[in-house]
């Protein structure tokens, strides 16, 4: 069955440091492997997706996520953290189309000044 | 273009009650899936429908179903309630074949059991 892992549930930076967010999939065939994040009393919203195009990924607020087949793992960046990154950020992977995603266990990211 | 709205954004229902939770896609999408996200469980995929049709189904007792109407507004409902299925109740809507890798979220309805 697919699965992915989340390292560390809860991930602590000072702003202005790079964010470094941890995802692990197994698969024996190709997934699609997206990033979400979640803000408090709200639904998700997709940060990026690896759809089998690039291997580097850019998406929305400065994030970037790069798959790497050899290491099963599509680990979350951004170089620098604003205190508006402050949130909970999902991992999930899927065959197929998106429409069943598989989700990680979630990353809280806590930005301190 | 407007997003996924859900209704209501929060219930309280006593055990053994029945629940009907209501979501809106997006204009033009006709797929809508269903996740359940506890603090325990986390964010488990309920069922998708595309067209009117249940195309996927997660692991959830047949107490959870859902249906989806002809405008692709969908509707889960949950009948005799138990304590464990206070939970956020996401919805989201994708355009299907036309970009099936892109799923947008509605705020959620959050359903307290009592």
């Known amino acids: 069955a697919q699965s992915v892992t989340q390292l560390g549930s809860h991930v602590s930076v000072s702003e202005g440091a790079l964010v470094l967010l941890r995802c692990n999939y197994s698969s024996s065939v190709p997934p699609y492997l997206f990033w979400y994040v979640q803000y408090p009393n709200q639904g998700l919203q997709l940060l990026l997706k690896y759809t089998s195009a690039a291997t580097l990924v850019k998406g929305i607020n400065g994030f970037e996520a790069e798959f790497k087949k050899s290491e099963t793992s599509f680990h979350l960046t951004k170089p620098s953290a604003h205190m508006s990154d402050a949130a909970e950020y999902f991992c999930a992977v899927s065959y197929g189309t998106a429409s069943k995603l598989t989700f990680g266990t979630g990353t809280r990211l806590q930005v301190t000044l | 273009k407007a997003g996924v709205t859900q209704t209501p954004r929060y219930l309280i229902k006593t055990r053994g009650q029945q629940v009907t939770l209501s979501c809106s896609p997006i204009?033009?999408?006709?797929?809508v899936s269903w996740y359940q996200q506890t603090p325990g469980q986390g964010l488990q995929f309920l069922f998708e429908y595309f067209s009117e049709t249940q195309r996927n189904k997660g692991n959830f007792p047949g107490r959870f179903s859902g249906r989806q109407f002809s405008n692709s507004r969908s509707e889960m409902n949950v009948s005799t309630l138990e304590l464990g299925d206070s939970a956020l109740y996401l919805c989201?809507?994708?355009?299907?074949?036309?970009?099936?890798?892109?799923?947008?979220f509605g705020p959620g309805t959050r359903l307290t059991v009592t």
């Open positions: 989201a809507s994708s355009a299907g074949l036309a970009d099936p890798y892109e799923q947008y």
């Open positions: 204009s033009g999408h006709r797929s």
